[in-house]
């Protein structure tokens, strides 16, 4: 992979054939350096790829995309979670739709990319602390993508799915992703993206279960506020969830 950025942002990107996972290359690289500018980190493979809830990513050569951009925080160490998991969401929709014009893409909250229900990818996005001041100092933001259709391990066969049934341009994809988001990134804060993420989310207006901090939650997902939040309609109540995972969607009527 190469990635050529024309007319890219100022950014620093590296490329590497294996990686144990970017996310991980990206904090050792930060401990050796000061880090002052985005650095894009690629790799063909990740042999130790891993999600959210210390979940691995299955991360094979060639049929896949991934990729973590470190960055300095500039808003004096304060970051509004929310509003950035559900920006970079969008701003890898928005990258997709431009070579998968007709793909039903969605975003099921916060932030795993599916195709008719199968997850076709996923965002990590872990915040490292200046150890002096205590505020967070940088960001790494993890993008893995299922590009294309592949025969996956017995334990996703049910679960994942891929974007495309023929091999995509990965430099080409990889660049528009690195430029949508930093394009997301300059203004994330405003929310400015949020009408558009609704629009392409997998879960509203439908019955699910989540499970947010050890806790599980059925009712009918109402919105998406201004924070990245989702609101949930319970029995009990309108809930506000800020983290967690939909562990059940209601589907189409068949
Ligand atoms: C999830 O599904 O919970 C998030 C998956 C994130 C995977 C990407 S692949 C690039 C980066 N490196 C990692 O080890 N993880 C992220």
Not at 11 to 24: G, Q, V, Y
């Amino acid at each position: 992979i190469q990635a050529n950025l024309a007319n890219s942002a100022d950014c620093e990107i590296l490329t590497f054939a294996s990686l144990n996972s970017t996310n991980d290359y990206a904090k050792q690289y930060l401990s050796q350096q000061p880090v002052t500018k985005p650095v894009v980190i690629l790799a063909d493979e990740q042999t130790a790829g891993h999600g959210r809830l210390g979940r691995s990513f299955y991360s094979p050569k060639t049929t896949g995309l991934y990729l973590s951009i470190l960055l300095p925080v500039t808003a004096n160490g304060s970051v509004i979670p929310g509003l950035l998991t559900t920006g970079t969401g969008m701003a890898v929709v928005k990258a997709l739709q431009k070579v998968l014009p007709d793909l039903p893409l969605r975003l099921k909250w916060i932030n795993d990319l599916v195709v008719h229900q199968r997850k076709c990818g996923g965002i990590l996005t872990e915040a490292i602390n200046d150890l002096e001041s205590n505020q967070i100092s940088h960001l790494i933001v993890g993008i893995g993508l299922n590009l294309v259709t592949q025969d996956f391990p017995a334990d996703l066969k049910d679960i994942a799915g891929a974007l495309s049934k023929t091999p995509l341009d990965r430099n080409k994809l990889a660049a528009d992703i690195i430029t949508e988001f930093l394009k997301m990134y300059a203004t994330y804060e405003t929310g400015d993206f949020l009408p558009e993420y609704r629009r392409y989310s997998a879960v509203l207006g439908r019955q699910i279960q989540a499970n947010t901090r050890g806790k599980i939650i059925t009712g009918v997902a109402q919105d998406i506020d201004t924070m990245g939040h989702l609101l949930v309609a319970t029995d009990q109540g309108l809930t506000t969830l800020s983290s967690g995972e939909i562990t059940k969607v209601q589907l189409d009527p068949a």
